[in-house]
C-alpha cells in the first residue's frame, strides 16, 4: 500500500505507474482515492469541531442558567443536541469511510524500481547474469518423473489415490536428498548471519490481506474451513506477519530470519509436458529468507538477498541466472524483484526455481511495521528470497548431476547431509 500523501501530491506519478503495469483499469481508483481522502479529511475536520463546541455550548449553557436567561439556555440545548445527532452521524460515518479509501489503496499497486524493465508479461524478463557454463551431455536426460522412478524415488500414482493430483510420496536416498538440500540450504543461511525459525504454518486473514494483494490472496491460498486460518504460500507470509503492528527497536534492524516451512497453494498453473510430475504441485517445502530494514538500506539487501541463492547453487554445481522481471510481471505490493533461473539440460533452456522481491514499505503498511527514529517512528521495509524450494530444485539438481548410467553424482557439499552417500543408484 502505497502513501496516500503521495496520491494526494503527485497522483499522475501514481498514474504513470499504473499505466506502466498495463493495468488501466485501476486507473480510476486513483480518483476514488482522492475523493474518499477528502471526504474523510472534511468529516474528521466537522468531527473535532463538533467536539471542540460541545465544551463551549456547555458552559454556555450553564453561565445562562445562573443568568435566569432560560429561553436561551433552551436555545443552546437544542443546539447541543443537534450537534450529538450529527456527531453520532460523523462517528459511524467516518470508519465506513475509512474502510472503503483503505480497500481502494489497497487494490493501488505499489511504485516500481526505475530499475524495472516495462513489459506486459513474464515473457519480456530481462537476463542480466549468467553463473556456471551451462552445459548439455552426450548422452540423453530423461524427463526428471522418469529420472525419479528409475531411482526408486517417487511415487505419483499413490499420492493421487490419497490425495488427488498435484502430489506426490519421496522415498528412499531421494527423499533422504531432498531433506539434505533443505538442511544444507538452512546451514548456509545461518552462516550468512540470517536466524533460523519455524513459523505457524497457518496464519488469521488479516496477516494475508496484509502480506499479499487480493488478486494473489484467490488464486493461491487454501481455507481453513469454519475457521480464520490459511494455509501459508510460503513462510514470508507467517514470518512478516509476526512483526504486525510492531514498532521496532531501530538499533536492531536489519532483522535478518531464515525459514522453514512446508508451503500450500491451490493454482497448478498451466499444463503441458513440463507441468507432469513435480513441477507445479499443491504441497512443497522451502528454505526462504526474509529482511526487514530501514529504507535506505532495502536495495542494498535486494541485491545481497539474489546473489546468496546464486551462491548456494553455484556451490551445488548448478549453472544459474538471474532474469530482471519487468513491470507487467510484478505483484501489485513488489518495487522490484527478479528470479533466478537454473539451467536444465534436458530441455537446453533455463526455469525458474526461486525469486527475490524488495516490497519497499508496501507489507509494513498494511501491517503496521514500524521502527523508532529520533523524530518518532517510520515504516520499515520488507524483502524476501527463496534459499531453496526443493520440487524444481531437485529437478535441476538431477538433470546436472546425471550419469549416463542413469546415476547421479552428490557434490561434495551435501556428502555430510547424506550420511557419506555420494552418489544415487539406479534401483
Not at 436567561?69 to 475509512?98: H, M
Not at 536495495?299 to 546468496?308: A, F, K, Q, S, T
Not at 547453487?313 to 524483484?337: H, T, Y
Amino acid at each position: 500500500m502505497i502513501d496516500i500523501n503521495l496520491i494526494r501530491n503527485d497522483p499522475d506519478l501514481v498514474r504513470e505507474n499504473i499505466k506502466k503495469k498495463f493495468q488501466d483499469r485501476k486507473l480510476p481508483l486513483v480518483d476514488e482515492a482522492i475523493a474518499l481522502d477528502k471526504k474523510k479529511r472534511e468529516l474528521q475536520q466537522e468531527g473535532d469541531l463538533l467536539r471542540a463546541s460541545r465544551n463551549t455550548l456547555s458552559k454556555q449553557i450553564g453561565q445562562l442558567m445562573r443568568e435566569k436567561k432560560t429561553a436561551e439556555a433552551e436555545a443552546v440545548k437544542a443546539q447541543v443536541s443537534e450537534n450529538a445527532a450529527r456527531l453520532a452521524e460523523i462517528e459511524k460515518e467516518e470508519p465506513e469511510v475509512s474502510e472503503q479509501l483503505k480497500k481502494v489503496m489497497m487494490s493501488i499497486p505499489n511504485i516500481i524500481s526505475p530499475d524495472t524493465p516495462i513489459g506486459k508479461d513474464d515473457s519480456e524478463n530481462v537476463e542480466r547474469k549468467r553463473f556456471l557454463e551451462p552445459k548439455v551431455p552426450e548422452f540423453e536426460i530423461p524427463y526428471h518423473l522418469d529420472i525419479l522412478e528409475k531411482l526408486d524415488g517417487i511415487d505419483i500414482d499413490s499420492a493421487r489415490r490419497t490425495s488427488g493430483q498435484g502430489f506426490y510420496y519421496l522415498t528412499g536416498d531421494v527423499a533422504r536428498l531432498h531433506s539434505a538440500i533443505l538442511s544444507y540450504a538452512r546451514d548456509f543461511m545461518i552462516g550468512k548471519g540470517f536466524t533460523y525459525c519455524i513459523p505457524p504454518f497457518m496464519i488469521r486473514s488479516s496477516v494475508v490481506t496484509g502480506v499479499m494483494s487480493f488478486e494473489e490472496m484467490d488464486g493461491m491460498m487454501y481455507k481453513i474451513e469454519g475457521e480464520d486460518l490459511y494455509l501459508i504460500g510460503t513462510s514470508e507470509h507467517s514470518m512478516i506477519g509476526r512483526f504486525m503492528g510492531q514498532t521496532l527497536d531501530e538499533s536492531k534492524l536489519p532483522l535478518t530470519l531464515t525459514s522453514y516451512s512446508p508451503c500450500f497453494r491451490k493454482e497448478k498453473g498451466a499444463h503441458g509436458i513440463e507441468e507432469r510430475g513435480i513441477y507445479r504441485i499443491h504441497q512443497f517445502e522451502k528454505q526462504e529468507m526474509i529482511v526487514i530494514c530501514k529504507p535506505e538500506d532495502s536495495c542494498m539487501w535486494y541485491e545481497r538477498m539474489w546473489n546468496y541463492t546464486v551462491e548456494l547453487f553455484v556451490s551445488m554445481g548448478i549453472p544459474v541466472r538471474q532474469l530482471e522481471c519487468c513491470s507487467g510481471d510484478l505483484a501489485d505490493l513488489k518495487f522490484r524483484s527478479c528470479d533466478v533461473e537454473a539451467w536444465s539440460p534436458r530441455q537446453k533452456k533455463y526455469f525458474e526455481v526461486g525469486s527475490c522481491s524488495n516490497l519497499t514499505d508496501a507489507q509494513a503498511r498494511r501491517l503496521g511495521i514500524r521502527y523508532k527514529t529520533e523524530k518518532g517512528s517510520e515504516f520499515a521495509h520488507t524483502l524476501n528470497n527463496t534459499v531453496v524450494a526443493p520440487p524444481r530444485m531437485l529437478i535441476a539438481f538431477l538433470e546436472n548431476h546425471l550419469r549416463a548410467d542413469g546415476s547421479v553424482e552428490i557434490p561434495e557439499v551435501l556428502w555430510s547431509y547424506m550420511g557419506g552417500t555420494k552418489e544415487i543408484r539406479v534401483k
